[in-house]
């Protein structure tokens, strides 16, 4: 089992923990079954535009579900609040004072991935080597490196890959439409603003991946390989 463990100490001395448990080979949460779920987590309920998922089969959204006690402790809390995270891997440690959205953002993004949504278990290798608070190059180039190894698989299993990385725009553009949809669904239940900026720091994100790959913005990446080209 894979655990991550995420402790919030708020500024007025309020402390929170949030234990992630992962299958070690599906990366699938563990989580136990509530007896019941609010109306906003049905999968009906501002359902994303792009799910694959069929209503009859799936009442629920596994992504809103999964979310339902974070979102709750949150619920009150504005986003700009300063807030102390202790967060423990199997590999090491890490503490940071930072605003409660950006804690929030850091902590979301491995539920949202691990819940069983469809469209954004393509970024299951990231929660594997997770790197809390990464920046935008960071997480640049841990995407083009998790996407490129894909190609290698395919490749090896006689697939075709996709060296171009023009499918992995069409990723992005379908995890920013549900990073999109699912902030809509959360502004319809009328709770502060720390969660919902949560899911807004992820998606931008995305959108700075989809617009680094559009643009061809690779050119400084590519200067860190000479060593390589020479």
Same mark, same amino acid.
């Given at each position: $089992? ?55 089969? @799936? ?37 940071? @004072? ?9 902590? $979301? ?16 290798? $990231?929660?594997?080597? @997770? ?100």
């Amino acid at each position: $089992m894979l655990t991550y463990r995420y402790k919030f100490t708020l500024s007025n001395g309020t402390e929170k923990e949030f234990t992630v448990k992962l299958d070690d080979k599906t990366l699938n949460l563990i989580s136990e079954e509530k007896k019941s779920y609010p109306e906003w987590t049905e999968l009906k309920y501002s359902k994303c535009s792009n799910c694959p998922l069929n209503e009859n089969q @799936h009442k629920f959204c596994p992504l809103a579900i999964n979310l339902v006690d974070l979102i709750d402790f949150f619920s009150g809390s504005n986003s700009y609040e300063e807030v102390d995270i202790y967060i423990e891997t199997e590999a090491r440690k890490y503490t940071k @004072h930072t605003t409660l959205q950006q804690g929030i953002s850091s902590l $979301m993004g491995i539920y949202m991935v691990t819940t069983g949504c469809p469209i954004m278990e393509k970024l299951k290798p $990231m929660v594997r080597f @997770h790197l809390p608070f990464a920046t935008i190059d960071e997480t640049k180039y841990r995407v083009l490196s998790m996407y490129l190894l894909a190609q290698y698989f395919l490749a090896r299993h006689g697939k075709e890959p996709d060296w171009e990385l023009k499918k992995l725009v069409e990723i992005y553009a379908d995890i920013q439409t549900v990073n999109k949809n699912f902030c809509k669904r959360l502004r319809n239940i009328k709770i502060k603003d720390a969660s919902i900026n949560a899911v807004v720091i992820l998606d931008c994100f995305a959108g700075s991946v989809t617009f680094s790959l559009e643009e061809d913005a690779l050119d400084k990446i590519e200067l860190l390989f000479n060593a390589y080209l020479e």
